[in-house]
């Protein structure tokens, strides 16, 4: 088993979990809906296209 493919497991699996616990499409930052068509996208996401961008820009200033 691959790595990438067992890290696609557990985001799957993570994912059946948010499912379970009524959390699913829902961002894990803000709490606002994720949105269909990200969804759709990637079904896995945790977060909304807004704060996913928040997270990037967070991260390319730590770059340096």
């Known amino acids: 088993l691959s790595s990438s493919s067992a ?14 616990k009524d959390d699913y499409g829902y961002c894990e930052e803000t709490g606002d809906p994720i949105g269909i068509a990200r969804l759709l996208a990637r079904p896995v996401a945790t977060l909304s296209i807004e704060a996913k961008r928040r997270q990037e820009q967070q991260e390319g200033s730590y770059a340096g």
């Open 7 to 20: 890290a696609s497991d557990v985001y799957k699996r993570q994912a059946l979990d948010r499912v379970e």
